[in-house]
């Protein structure tokens, strides 16, 4: 499986934007898409993820009720929409794949290469 993000920009605090993540190959069941985001001179952060089979999801308390992760079976697609943008959310945010929805990093085995989000007046 590969992936590759897309969807980043330069927003004004307050604004949204919508990432999409596209996988290229099969994506099981047992798959669950994240996102992860990592600020300059800071560790990279779980911001949320999704189960392939049941779309369950789950959010870092940071973006809940702020961000929202859905999915596209049939484009085999995850998207992250963003609202009430603040400062604090510039990142780069990168989507992975793995086999539970971890907010560990490395417990994820397939890595988009990340699109840069800039919230910014």
């Known amino acids: 499986v590969q992936l590759v993000e897309s969807g980043g920009g330069l927003v004004q605090p307050g604004g949204s934007l919508r990432l999409s993540c596209v996988a290229s190959?099969?994506?099981?069941?047992?798959?669950?898409i994240a996102w992860f985001r990592r600020a300059p001179g800071k560790e990279r952060e779980f911001v949320g993820a999704i189960r392939w089979s049941n779309s369950r999801t789950y959010y870092s308390n940071s973006v809940k009720d702020r961000f929202f992760i859905s999915k596209d079976n049939a484009g085999n697609t995850v998207s992250l929409q963003m609202n009430s943008l603040k400062s604090e959310d510039t990142a780069v945010y990168s989507c992975?794949?793995?086999?539970?929805?971890?907010?560990?990093?490395?417990?994820?085995?397939?890595w988009g290469q990340g699109t840069q989000v800039t919230v910014s007046s």
């Open positions: 190959g099969r994506l099981f069941s047992s798959h669950v």
């Open positions: 992975a794949v793995g086999t539970s929805p971890s907010y560990i990093a490395t417990e994820y085995f397939r």
